[in-house]
């Protein structure tokens, strides 16, 4: 198992910026594909963006192409998610996992709000 911490979240205005980590403990990090994750009130948790284990390939979800970019640096175990442009809509609890999470346990997640 992998041990995830998430953090950066915050309130934000509608068009701003937010960057949000994802620490990892342990030394199987590198191993792993990596994902961010996330779920708004009433909602099922939603896949956001992927990145593979060596960060050379990435995909999104198409509602967040071109404003958000994932990133990864494995020799501090950590993954980052640089949040630009943010609408309303962005606003849930922000999780990274394994990407598929398969059985690794989700942290506590980050909150994001976006006002308008």
């Known amino acids: 198992q992998v041990q995830l911490v998430e953090s950066g979240g915050g309130l934000v205005q509608a068009g701003g910026s937010l960057r949000l980590s994802c620490t990892a403990s342990?030394?199987?990090?590198?191993?792993?594909?990596m994902g961010w994750f996330r779920q708004a009130p009433g909602k099922e948790r939603e896949f956001v963006a992927g990145?593979?284990?060596?960060?050379?390939?990435?995909n999104y979800a198409d509602s967040v192409k071109g404003r958000l970019t994932i990133s990864r640096d494995n020799a501090k175990n950590t993954m980052y998610l640089q949040m630009d442009s943010l609408k309303p809509e962005d606003t849930a609890v922000y999780y990274c996992?394994?990407?598929?999470?398969?059985?690794?346990?989700w942290g506590q997640g980050t909150q994001v709000t976006v006002s308008s």
């Open positions: 342990g030394r199987t990090f590198s191993r792993y594909g």
């Open positions: 996992n394994k990407n598929p999470p398969e059985n690794n346990p």
């Open positions: 990145i593979n284990w060596s960060g050379g390939k990435t």
